[in-house]
Nanobody, 129 residues
């Protein structure tokens, strides 16, 4: 089993920055990729960013490309999401996810929630105008 704990979410003004963290514990040796998803009230969970553990390749949703950066610290089993130039529409609960499977097409597959085996409880990000 793997446990994921997110932190860093809070209320911030539009244009501001936040860094989310996700610490993984347990049987993390089988990590293949980690990702961030978000879900706003009344909307489906959507992909934000992902990172492939073996070579740190990164993948982003078009809506956050150029503003958000995903990174990893393998030694700490932690993944980060640096969010800059935040917009009101970034308001959501942000979830960290960990996948153990090898994906055939990372750019496509890493965007699909069902490719991930473990999920955190979420951290709330609220961006005000």
């Amino acid at each position: 089993q793997v446990q994921l704990v997110e932190s860093g979410g809070r209320l911030v003004q539009a244009g501001g920055s936040l860094r989310l963290s996700c610490a993984a514990s347990g049987r993390t040796f089988s990590t293949s990729s980690m990702g961030w998803f978000r879900q706003a009230p009344g909307r489906e969970r959507e992909f934000v960013a992902a990172i492939r553990w073996i070579d740190s390749s990164t993948y982003y949703a078009d809506s956050v490309k150029g503003r958000f950066t995903i990174s990893e610290d393998n030694a700490k089993n932690t993944v980060y999401l640096q969010m800059n130039s935040l917009k009101v529409e970034d308001t959501a609960t942000y979830y960290c996810a960990l996948g153990t499977g090898t994906l055939s097409d990372y750019d496509a597959d890493a965007r699909r929630p069902y490719e991930y085996d473990y999920w955190g409880q979420g951290t709330q990000v609220t961006v005000t105008s």
